[in-house]
């Protein structure tokens, strides 16, 4: 049985590598985009005078700040290969009832050379967090960003790939009418699992640290994990800062005994809202070659 570190040792090197310096500015203001508002020192120490419900209610939004982070992150660095056309703007994917029937009730290998018209609509749909098309290859990979799949059940790890690979068959299609008649020949999807838990790489489930695979620059991985780390690491500055900030407020507000001591903080103030953060061409492409699945690891020479 081929092991998942043999297959990442088998994959081949990648020319196009992040250069961290080059990138820098654009990381800062990323950050400070999405910590400056919701999670400002100023804003945290309102959320802590305010009571466990207001802090609650921020500490919730870090997972859903950190979910932009990094989809916003992944295409920064997918934009340095130059042969990769990537799409962020809610690409909004058809699905319908047939297609999810297709899926579920066939083998891949049954429905992998169809393509499905994008303009046939349906009460259902599924938006992906980004799609990389690359040019030379026209190998498309469909991708859903997830911070974490520990909190998830097999069973709607399993409804969303089904979900995907039937909006998947709508993607060469779409690509072509709607964006400067992209040609995809294969479409790939992939659960990116930033967590690095729960993987299933032959089952379309990859780890962050395969990252570098999927938009094929060299190092993708490690940087977004950095980026990660420095998304928290602001978070917990202001999150110390704010909590210095309600403790001198507090004792500012302490009455002093008649002895002319002051009380105890102890005796004064309210339990501690926590010593720290918890990280958490003209015509249509010929139908009948396009084929769909979930992402295969590339191999040493391809290309």
Same mark, same amino acid.
């Given at each position: 049985?081929?092991?998942?570190?043999?297959?990442?040792?088998?994959?081949?090197?990648?020319?196009?590598?992040?250069?961290?310096?080059?990138?820098?500015?654009?990381?800062?203001?990323?950050?400070?985009?999405?910590?400056?508002h919701p999670f400002s020192a100023e804003a945290l120490s309102k959320a802590l005078a305010g009571g466990i419900s207001e802090a609650g209610t921020i500490l919730r939004s870090i997972p859903i700040?950190?979910?932009?982070?990094?989809?916003?992150g992944i295409a920064l660095i997918a934009d340095l290969n130059p042969d990769l056309v990537v799409l962020t703007q809610n690409v909004r994917l058809p699905?319908? /009832?047939?297609? #999810?029937?297709?899926?579920?009730?066939?083998?891949?290998?049954?429905?992998? =050379?169809?393509? %499905?018209? @994008?303009e046939i609509g349906g009460r259902k749909s599924y938006t992906p967090d980004l799609i990389t098309v690359n040019r030379k290859t026209?190998?498309?990979?469909?991708?859903?960003? /997830?911070?974490? #799949?520990?909190?998830y059940e097999v069973s709607r790890i399993n409804e969303l790939? =089904?979900?995907? %690979?039937? @909006?998947?068959?709508?993607?060469?299609?779409?690509?072509?009418?709607?964006?400067?008649?992209?040609?995809a020949e294969e479409v790939c999807v992939?659960?990116?699992?930033?967590?690095?838990?729960?993987?299933?790489?032959?089952?379309?489930?990859?780890?962050?640290?395969?990252?570098?695979? %999927?938009?094929?620059?060299?190092?993708?991985?490690?940087?977004?994990?950095?980026?990660?780390?420095?998304?928290?690491?602001?978070i917990n500055e202001n999150w110390m800062q704010a909590r210095h900030s309600l403790a001198g407020l507090k004792a500012a507000?302490?009455?002093?005994?008649?002895?002319?001591?002051c009380a105890s903080p102890n005796q004064s103030e309210t339990p501690d809202m926590g010593a720290g953060l918890i990280e958490?061409?003209?015509?249509?492409?010929?139908r009948g070659h396009i084929r769909v699945g979930f992402a295969r690891m590339p191999r040493a020479g391809a290309g």
């Open positions: 049985m081929t092991t998942i570190q043999s297959r990442v040792s088998a994959a081949p090197t990648y020319s196009p590598i992040v250069d961290l310096d080059a990138l820098e500015s654009r990381f800062a203001i990323l950050i400070d985009e999405l910590t400056s700040q950190e979910g932009r982070l990094l989809e916003r699905v319908t /009832k047939a297609a #999810l029937e297709l899926v579920e009730k066939n083998d891949p290998k049954h429905y992998r =050379s169809l393509t %499905l018209d @994008a026209k190998l498309a990979h469909v991708v859903d960003v /997830k911070r974490s #799949l520990g909190s790939k =089904s979900r995907m %690979l039937a @909006a998947a068959l709508v993607v060469p299609d779409l690509l072509y009418r709607e964006h400067h008649r992209l040609v992939v659960i990116l699992n930033a967590e690095n838990q729960r993987s299933d790489i032959a089952g379309g489930v990859w780890p962050l640290s395969h990252l570098d695979h %999927l938009v094929e620059v060299a190092g993708a991985g490690k940087v977004i994990g950095l980026l990660r780390e420095r998304f928290h690491a602001r507000r302490v009455p002093a005994h008649p002895s002319g001591e958490e061409n003209d015509q249509p492409p010929a």
